[in-house]
């Protein structure tokens, strides 16, 4: 289970999760310690600590001002490392290989939500473009996620 790994990861790292009942937030991280909001399944927990994480590996000081351009940079890149890491561009192609035909199959062979899938393409669109190509497939974002295998 992903949610698993991840606390190991946490917990190896130094880091302490704590679940908290949040109204606006899903998850904050504070020093050495990442806040989850209560009420969320597995699946969307993972999907939050994954971003906390990357928050942890990737971002320095406070960065809740996100009127600050230098802040919006360490959260995307905060969220480029989540999503690299419960999803990536294999795992997109892994999910074509077993057979996934649209994101809501994709989103569950990857035990993450529709929504960070969602937001996942549109992360790597912004970042890739319309394609991209890794090992011997390419990677198609627009107008719709597919995958071929290059011949």
Known sequence: MIYNALLDEANAEGL??????FK?????????????????????????LAEELGHHYTSVGCIL??????NRKQERQARLWGYNKLIGL???????????????????????????LQECIN???SKYGICTTV????????????VTEMI
Do not use: H, W
Not at 16 to 21: D, F, L, Q, V
């Open 90 to 116: 294999m795992g997109i192609v892994r999910a074509f290989n077993a057979g996934c035909q649209n994101q809501y199959e994709i989103a569950d062979y990857l035990d993450v939500t529709e929504e960070y």
């Open 65 to 70: 001002d996100q009127t600050d351009l230098a």
């Open 135 to 146: 090992d011997n497939y390419v990677i198609y974002f627009v107008p719709y996620l597919t």
């Open 16 to 21: 302490s999760i704590k679940e908290r009942p």
């Open 123 to 125: 992360c790597y669109q």
């Open 24 to 48: 606006t937030y899903d998850g904050r991280i504070k020093g050495n310690n990442i806040y989850l909001r209560e009420n969320m399944n597995t699946t969307e927990k993972a999907c939050v």
